[in-house]
């Protein structure tokens, strides 16, 4: 049986997380997806906006997901042993930085297989964050007259 493993906050759940969700899917017999802990999501300097809780079940609910685990740390390596997983999904703004040519070694003396997934274009949950933001400001600015 071929695990596969994949990482996200998974904050606003879009159309390119589904995507590739789907594709990893497609490529092992069982996915099982790490769901960042808000405590992390901070550690990163970010925040989300869909408590943990929630994130998870979100996750749990879609079809092509077996399992779905919390994710407390960034030890990728240490998650894919644990689970058994052979192939690690990821998206592929990572491809060819220092950090993931490294992680590639360390993946390859192993036997695990890392593989890149093209991201959706013009869809990013920092995007929407973004957007709902500016729409927040937007209202504010007429309630209090502003414009």
Not at 118 to 132: C, E, F, Q, R
Request: proline share 2%.
């Amino acid at each position: 049986m071929v695990i596969g493993y994949t990482t996200g906050v998974y904050d606003l759940f879009h159309i390119g997380h589904l995507n590739l969700l789907k594709n990893a899917k497609g490529m092992c017999d069982k996915l099982v997806v790490g769901v960042t802990v808000d405590e992390l999501v901070s550690y990163k300097g970010k925040e989300a906006f869909i408590p943990f809780e929630e994130r998870i079940e979100i996750v749990r609910a879609i079809e092509c997901v077996d399992a779905a685990v919390p994710q407390y740390d960034m030890d990728k390596l240490k998650a894919c042993k644990e689970l058994g997983a052979s192939i690690l999904f990821v998206g592929d703004d990572w491809y060819g930085t220092d950090k993931w040519n490294e992680y590639q070694r360390q993946f390859d003396e192993i036997g695990i297989k890392i593989v890149y997934f093209p991201y959706t274009k013009g869809v990013s949950s920092t995007k929407i964050n973004d957007a709902l933001s500016a729409l927040r400001v937007d209202v504010k600015d007429t309630q209090l007259g502003g414009g």
